[in-house]
């Protein structure tokens, strides 16, 4: 994990896939533990930059994501996490977080 | 465009996924302009952290991106951009700049 690239506060973006539809869940932040939860446990783990601690997504809802594959990209600052999810990923009920169209 | 929460940079994260075979391209970043360009032209225009400048993605390499749909997320701070592109997306020659498993 030494080339991983973190900003400065520790933190790498992570996007969140759906393995099987292709669907783009939810973009979230990762530090080096929650990479090494989410490796450990086959489950997606996130830093909560609001609540600041550690987040095992679906701890409360029941809809865990069961990891797949983990990719980097060319330039190292950023996470792929393609996961099986249990139920929704977004905390409105819909299945991505990316559910409205960008208006003016 | 009101509602987008750009961060202390005026920037806002822009995952991009290949509109037709779902895959997750890159993650780049838009600032306002950018968006606007976006919108205007109907290609992917990004905002270049390292050059500090608006870069329309395939202006040097032709590998344009024609913008299908533009997303935001639930808490606005997320842009989702699906395309379809002319060639590949990372500057590597691969298609999609995650082409790479994260090792420990």
Redesign the interface.
Known sequence: ?EK?KFDANGLI?A?V?DDA????L??AWMNAKA?RLT?ETGEAHFWSRSREEIWRKGSTSGNVMKVV???????QD???VQVNPSGPA???G?VS????????
């Open positions: 994990m991983l973006t996007v896939q539809e292709g669907e783009v939810m973009v990479i490796k594959k983990l990719l980097v990209d060319c330039d950023t996470i792929l977004c905390h409105t819909e977080c990316f559910f409205q169209e960008l208006r003016d």
